[in-house]
């Protein structure tokens, strides 16, 4: 059976594992779930990841990181769906808990944060909200 949205999959992954008080989760990879994966890791939401080759596909190992006993993970809003895409310019790029969350912007440089792509000046598809 084919998965339809891979991304809401993997953020779900991702919230139930933290929920769980995992110390870490494995998701299927692809080069956005990298590239998300690269921008949580920056941000400081997780303590590393790492990337395996078990199959042709891979995996993304990644290990949670915790500030006591709580994930430091607490939200995950997946914005952009298959049905309903959503695009902002660069002057509209929304700010999450005004400035204390990430919202993942997908451009036309790359994936970057709301921030990196404010200053670039480039809009984008909004992937997801973080806080």
Not at 32 to 37: E, Y
Request: hydrophobic share 35%.
């Amino acid at each position: 059976m084919s998965m339809t949205d891979p991304i809401a999959d993997f953020l779900t992954r991702l919230r139930n594992a933290a929920t769980a008080r995992q110390r870490r989760v494995d998701v299927p990879a692809s080069n956005l779930k990298k590239a998300i994966t690269k921008i949580l890791f920056e941000q400081h939401y997780i303590d590393k990841y790492t990337e395996l080759e078990s199959n042709s596909q891979g995996t993304i190992r990644i290990y949670l990181k915790y500030y006591n006993g709580r994930p430091v993970l607490s939200g995950l809003r997946r914005i952009s769906v298959p049905g309903r895409r959503v695009y902002a310019g660069a002057g509209e790029l929304p700010r999450v808990l005004n400035g204390l969350g990430v919202a993942i912007v997908s451009t036309n440089r790359g994936v970057m944060t709301d921030k990196d792509a404010r200053r670039l000046k480039v809009g984008g598809e909004i992937i997801c909200y973080i806080w």
